[in-house]
């Protein structure tokens, strides 16, 4: 295989793969192997499409920082929630998606047992303390048969794992840096949220939380 043992689990032969349910695969420590250009990728990024806080549908402005990187960015604003090959802040194409982002979403897609996964979108989500992600599900994308990689970086948060309604129970599932989460199958459409960050640290990001999430929107 072409990525060889890159991302895969050598580096921490002490974490096992948990799974939370069919198509929920949590790889714990996945990305850790290419921290260095994992984060020097995300500064670029950044630099070109600074996070700003989405103002949704409904008028409220999101706590969650976003920006995106790849072919689709995710955008929401009065007229609605929709991918969008264009920054309407910059008026330009979002950042290139880089190889060490292709790379690292395929090879846990495929660890997850969804080979072949080619995303066109990252999503880049910036969680101070306080920050926190309402229940929601991911529909803006065209085809669910595509599974969502997820990539936590800094300080840890407690995500929400729900039902196929907004009201079932909710699995609380501690993320920590370099965590990467495979959702597909059943488990696409689940509802899902992130609790209100606690106050912390962390070496390489300070006093922030930033998640990846790799999608086929298009
Ligand atoms: C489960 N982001 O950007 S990543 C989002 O930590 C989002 O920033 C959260 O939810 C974050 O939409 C959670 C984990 C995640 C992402 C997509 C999912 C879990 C999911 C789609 C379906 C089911
Ligand atoms: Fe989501």
């Known amino acids: 295989m072409i990525t060889s043992d890159l991302f895969g689990s050598a580096a921490h032969p002490e974490h096992r793969d948990e799974t939370l349910c069919e198509g929920a695969v949590v790889l714990r420590g996945f990305s850790l192997a290419h921290e260095p250009p994992l984060l020097q990728a995300i500064d670029t990024i950044v630099a070109q499409a600074p996070f700003r806080h989405l103002i949704t549908p409904g008028g409220f402005r999101m706590s969650v920082g976003m920006t995106n990187a790849g072919p689709l960015g995710w955008v929401s604003d009065r007229r609605g929630y929709r991918y969008d090959p264009i920054d309407p802040d910059s008026g330009k194409p979002w950042p290139a998606?880089?190889?060490?982002?292709?790379?690292?979403?395929?090879?846990?897609?495929?660890?997850?047992g969804f080979p072949g996964f080619v995303p066109d979108a990252c999503l880049i989500n910036r969680y101070e303390p306080g920050t926190r992600l309402t229940l929601h599900q991911d529909r803006n994308e065209r085809d669910f048969g595509q599974p969502i990689v997820s990539v936590s970086l800094g300080i840890p948060a407690v995500f929400l794992f729900g039902g196929m309604q907004r009201t079932d129970r909710a699995l609380r599932v501690p993320l920590a840096h370099g965590d990467v989460v495979v959702w597909g199958g059943p488990a696409r459409l689940r509802y899902h949220g992130v609790?209100?960050?606690k106050p912390n640290h962390h070496a390489a990001l300070g006093e922030c939380r930033i998640n990846l999430?790799?999608?086929?929107?298009?």
């Not at 998606?97 to 997850?112: H, I, K, N, S, Y």
């Not at 999430?213 to 298009?218: C, D, I, L």
């Open 213 to 218: 999430t790799f999608r086929r929107a298009g």
């Open 195 to 197: 609790l209100p960050l």
């Open 97 to 112: 998606m880089p190889d060490v982002f292709l790379e690292l979403a395929g090879a846990a897609a495929t660890r997850a």
